[in-house]
C-alpha cells in the first residue's frame, strides 16, 4: 500500500515528539492569586454541605481531548513532508540519429552475381535486403527511413523507430518497381527533403546511406551537387557500390563520383563485389555512426499533503463538537439534580 508513497521532506517527521517536549520542559504557568481569609468559612462550608479542599481548580483536558490534538499535530507535521504517490513507471526515449536507407532498385539490381549464407546465388537486391534486415537489429534507438529510386525516387517508409514495420516495407520491394534507370542524385535530393522536413523533430545526428549498382544517368540534380547540398544541411552520405567494377554503359560503377559524393558530405565510400563485403561495408557503417540511443523512465507525483490537512479541520469540528455535546449534558444534568 505504501511502496509508491514517498516523503519529499522526511526531516519534518523529527518535528513529532515536540508536543511532549514542549510539556516537559516548558510545563503549563499557574497564578498564585491572594487568598480571602473569612473566619466563619468552616461554619459556611459545613451550611452548604460542601467538603473544603486545598489548592485551585485548575482545569485539566480529557484523554481524548488530547488524543485528537496530537493526532491533529501529526497529521500538520506529515503535511510538511509533502507526502507524494508515484504513478506507474514511464518510459522516456529520445532518439539519437535519423537514418535514411536509399536503395536502387534499377533492372541491374536483378543480376544474380551475389551469393546467400548456404551458397545459394542470388540477386544483388536479395542480398542487400538480408544485410539490410542485419544492419536494422544494430540501429537500436535510430529511426529508419526507406528511399527507394529508378527512374524516379519515392519514398517508400518515411523515418520509424518501428524496425519491424520498416523491414516488411523493404522486404515488399522488388526491382524495377521504380523504373530501370539509376537517377541518384534525384534519390539524394530527396532524402535531403525528407530531412528538412523533420526539423521540428528531436535528432541529432542525420545520415543517409545510399545503395546503388551503377551510374547515375539523368537525374535533375548531378550527384555532387546534391551532396554538397547535404553538407550544407549537415546531412552525411555513406555510399555502398555493389557489383563489378568492370561493367560497361548504365550499369557501369562510377567509383570517382561515388567517393566523391561521400567526401563532400562527410561520409566514406565502400566497394562490396560480394555478400561478404557488402556486410563489412554496413557493420563499418555501424562503427563510423555508433547508436545513440537514450531511454529514461520517470514516474509522475502527485502530493497528498492537502489531504492530512483537511484532516485536520475534521478532528478540530469533531472535537469541538464533542465537547460542546459534553458540556451541554453535564448542564441538563445540573438542571436534573437542582429540580
Known sequence: ???????????????????????????????????????????????????????????????????????????????????????????????????????????????????????EEISRLAAAKQVLSEFAKQREGDRLGLILFGDAAFVQTPFTADHNAWLTLLEQTDVAMAGQSTHLGDAIGLAIKVFEEQRDEVAKQKVAIVLTDGNDNGSFVAPIDAAKVAKAKQVRIHVIAMGDPQTVGEQAIDMQTIKQIASQSGGQAFQALNRDELSAAYEAINQLEPTLYQSTTFRTKVSLHHYFLMLVVVIHLVAFALATLVKRRQLEQGESDVG
Open 1 to 119: 500500500m505504501f511502496e509508491n508513497i514517498e516523503l519529499a521532506h522526511p526531516m519534518w517527521l523529527l518535528a513529532l515528539p515536540l508536543p511532549f517536549l514542549i510539556y516537559w520542559l516548558a510545563p503549563a504557568y499557574r497564578t498564585i492569586e491572594p487568598a480571602l481569609k473569612v473566619p466563619f468559612f468552616l461554619m459556611l462550608a459545613k451550611a452548604l454541605g460542601e467538603e473544603p479542599t486545598k489548592g485551585a481548580h485548575q482545569l485539566n483536558s480529557r484523554p481524548w481531548q488530547k488524543s485528537l490534538r496530537y493526532l491533529a499535530w501529526v497529521c500538520v507535521v506529515i503535511a510538511l513532508t509533502q507526502p507524494q504517490r508515484l504513478g506507474p513507471p514511464q518510459v522516456r526515449e529520445q532518439f539519437g540519429r535519423d537514418v535514411m536507407v536509399v536503395v536502387d532498385l534499377s533492372g541491374s539490381m536483378a543480376e544474380p552475381d551475389f551469393q546467400s549464407p548456404t551458397g
